[in-house]
Antibody, heavy 120, light 107 residues
Framework: EVQLVESGGGLVQPGGSLRLSCAAS????????MNWVRQAPGKGLEWVSY????????YYADSVKGRFTISRDNAKNSLYLQMNSLRAEDTAVYYC?????????????WGQGTLVTVSS | VIWMTQSPSLLSASTGDRVTISCRMS??????LAWYQQKPGKAPELLIY???TLQSGVPSRFSGSGSGTDFTLTISCLQSEDFATYYC?????????FGQGTKVEIK
């Protein structure tokens, strides 16, 4: 069974930093491309970042470029999101999400999310 | 950036109704479109990918159609468990983008 479990969320002051983690199990993590997607309270979904299976290709949404860094450790079956210079508008549930590896490339599994609250 | 217009934002319907949700792209994306269902407090779940392919385990009352710029999600006979919010997402290019969401509520 595919499992994605996020952790590391919490309350942080504006300008602060936070590192999210996503522990993957039930599949060969090193073979899959991964994403972070967020959802502000009461709002829609917003794609945040993508990383290829090897980590060699990375993309970011303009809203987080230069502040957030995605990374992965295939030996630990883990995905990370380092978030710096946090703003109130970064407040959201952050989901770790896996891309299909059969060629279709859609996002097929999501974790349950971790809440990040940026507030003084 | 590929912009997406999803409509309607709110859909009031009754159990047994046939409902249709539309997603329009600002440029062509071939069939690189997925539909997700999200219930309150839960993560989204994949319903349809490649515009019209049903994800394993998803009931056949869900169907998708379209290619290029215009796409549709249809629920043929609405069940109580289908009252939720639905999102389209293009994965043709980065940044990936989502539609604004359609909340399907009980009439």
């Amino acid at each position: 069974e595919v499992q994605l479990v996020e952790s590391g969320g919490g309350l942080v002051q504006p300008g602060g930093s936070l590192r999210l983690s996503c522990a993957a199990s039930g599949f060969t993590f090193s073979s899959y491309e991964m994403n972070w997607v967020r959802q502000a309270p009461g709002k829609g979904l917003e794609w945040v970042s993508y990383i290829s299976s090897s980590g060699s290709t990375i993309y970011y949404a303009d809203s987080v470029k230069g502040r957030f860094t995605i990374s992965r450790d295939n030996a630990k079956n883990s995905l990370y999101l380092q978030m710096n210079s946090l703003r109130a508008e970064d407040t959201a549930v952050y989901y770790c999400a896996r891309d299909d590896s059969s060629g279709y490339q859609m996002t097929d599994y999501w974790g349950q999310g971790t809440l990040v609250t940026v507030s003084s | 950036v590929i912009w997406m217009t999803q409509s309607p934002s709110l859909l009031s319907a009754s159990t047994g109704d046939r409902v249709t949700i539309s997603c329009r792209m600002s440029q062509g994306i071939s069939s690189y479109l997925a539909w997700y269902q999200q219930k309150p407090g839960k993560a989204p779940e994949l319903l349809i990918y490649a515009a019209s392919t049903l994800q394993s385990g998803v009931p056949s009352r869900f169907s998708g159609s379209g290619s290029g710029t215009d796409f549709t999600l249809t629920i043929s006979c609405l069940q109580s468990e289908d009252f939720a919010t639905y999102y389209c997402q293009q994965y043709y290019s980065f940044p990936r983008t989502f539609g604004q969401g359609t909340k399907v509520e009980i009439k």
